[in-house]
T-cell receptor, first 116, second 114 residues
Framework: EPEVTQTPSHQVTQMGQEVILRCVPI?????FYWYRQILGQKVEFLVS????????KSEIFDDQFSVERPDGSNFTLKIRSTKLEDSAMYFC??????????????FGDGTRLSIL | GNSVTQMEGPVTLSEEAFLTINCTYT??????LFWYVQYPGEGLQLLLK?????DKGSNKGFEATYRKETTSFHLEKGSVQVSDSAVYFC?????????????FGQGTELSVKP
C-alpha cells in the first residue's frame, strides 16, 4: 500500500538555526498538510497546501514557517530560526481530495525535532 | 470554534475486555468524524470514519456511530487484544476533508494486559 514517507526520523538542531523537514506524499494525492505534536499535547494543524499554494494555516504557522513543493514529489516544511518551543513531532499528511465523498488523510511516521 | 474532547487516559484493560473510548465534538455544520490510531513509534493510521449522522464506521473489530443528537462518536470494541495497545485519537474535519484540516482530541492511551 502506498505511504507517506518523512525524513529524517529525528533532527537535532541548535536554537536559531534553520531546519527543513521533508515529506514525500502519496503520488496521486492533491492535498498536503503539516501537523505537529508537542510532547504530551494534542496533534495540532499547521498548514494545508493545494495547487501549489497554502489553502489554510493556523496561528502557529507564523513568518518563521514556510512550505514548498519544489518538485513533483517532495513537500517540505522550513523553520527559519528555530526556538526551543519548536521541539515537537512533526507529521506530514496527504489526501486525494476530490469532489464528493470523503478522502481521509494519510500520515507519515513523523520527524522528531529537538531544539537545543 | 470547532473542537474535540476525548476521555482521559491511560485506559488499562485485560485481554478480551470490552472497550469504550468516549469522544464528543463541537462543530458548526456537519463535520466528518474519524478515529486514528498511533502504535508505538509509528505515525497516525486511519482506523475508521463516518461522514453523516447515524453512519457507523467499523474496522478491525472497532466501531463508532456518528450521533448528531449527542454530538458524540464513541469508539467501541467487544474484545480487545494486547496488539490493540496504542494511542487513539478522535478527529473531525469541518469540510468533509476536501482539503479541510483535521482537529484532534487529546488522544487516549490504551494498554491491554494479557
Amino acid at each position: 500500500e502506498p505511504e507517506v514517507t518523512q525524513t529524517p526520523s529525528h533532527q537535532v538542531t541548535q536554537m536559531g538555526q534553520e531546519v527543513i523537514l521533508r515529506c514525500v506524499p502519496i503520488s496521486n494525492h492533491l492535498y498536503f498538510y503539516w501537523y505537529r505534536q508537542i510532547l504530551g499535547q494534542k496533534v495540532e494543524f499547521l498548514v494545508s497546501f493545494y495547487n501549489n499554494e497554502i489553502s489554510e494555516k493556523s496561528e502557529i504557522f507564523d513568518d518563521q514557517f514556510s512550505v514548498e513543493r519544489p518538485d513533483g514529489s517532495n513537500f517540505t516544511l522550513k523553520i527559519r530560526s528555530t526556538k526551543l518551543e519548536d521541539s515537537a513531532m512533526y507529521f506530514c499528511a496527504s489526501s486525494e481530495g476530490s469532489q464528493g465523498g470523503v478522502r481521509p488523510q494519510h500520515f507519515g511516521d513523523g520527524t522528531r525535532l529537538s531544539i537545543l | 470554534g470547532n473542537s474535540v474532547t476525548q476521555m482521559e487516559g491511560p485506559v488499562t484493560l485485560s485481554e478480551e475486555a470490552f472497550l469504550t473510548i468516549n469522544c464528543t465534538y463541537t462543530a458548526t455544520g456537519y463535520p466528518s468524524l474519524f478515529w486514528y490510531v498511533q502504535y508505538p513509534g509509528e505515525g497516525l493510521q486511519l482506523l475508521l470514519k463516518a461522514t453523516k449522522a447515524d453512519d457507523k464506521g467499523s474496522n478491525k473489530g472497532f466501531e463508532a456511530t456518528y450521533r448528531k443528537e449527542t454530538t458524540s462518536f464513541h469508539l467501541e470494541k467487544g474484545s480487545v487484544q494486547v496488539s490493540d495497545s496504542a494511542v487513539y485519537f478522535c478527529a473531525l474535519s469541518a469540510r468533509g476533508n476536501q482539503g479541510g484540516k483535521l482537529i484532534f482530541g487529546q488522544g487516549t492511551e490504551l494498554s491491554v494486559k494479557p
